[in-house]
Nanobody, 132 residues
Framework: QEQLVESGGGLVQPGGSLRLSCAAS????????IGWFRQAPGKGREGVSC????????YPDSVKDRFTVSRDNAARNMFYLQMNDLKPDDTGVYYC?????????????????????????WGQGTQVTVGS
């Protein structure tokens, strides 16, 4: 059964850091984009980063130079989102999601578009709250 499990959320002060983890299981990670999305209260889901199976990464301007997505070199089913210099606007529920495609070009396009509707499997989400 396809499964994604996030962990690592919590309460952090502005300017602080958090690292989220995502464990994927039950499906092949070939030609796959792993996306990180967040949903602030009263708003839709927003893509904040992605990484493809061949290591391509993408970030929107809102988080560029603050967030870093990575994959564990040893445990290849583990993905991370390192978030630095957190701001109150970063508050929300963070989800990891997987989109399985047929080729690398399509995977990269999906990653860059950051459209939640193109993702097949979702985790349950983890709350991140930035405040004092």
């Amino acid at each position: 059964q396809e499964q994604l499990v996030e962990s690592g959320g919590g309460l952090v002060q502005p300017g602080g850091s958090l690292r989220l983890s995502c464990a994927a299981s039950g499906f092949s990670l070939d030609y796959t984009s792993i996306g990180w999305f967040r949903q602030a209260p009263g708003k839709g889901r927003e893509g904040v980063s992605c990484i493809t199976d061949d290591g391509f990464t993408y970030y929107p301007d809102s988080v560029k130079d603050r967030f870093t997505v990575s994959r564990d070199n040893a445990a290849r089913n583990m993905f991370y989102l390192q978030m630095n210099d957190l701001k109150p606007d970063d508050t929300g529920v963070y989800y990891c999601a997987a989109s399985v495609a047929l080729d690398e070009d399509t995977v990269r396009d999906i990653c860059v578009r950051g459209d939640e509707h193109e993702y097949d499997y979702w985790g349950q989400g983890t709350q991140v709250t930035v405040g004092s």
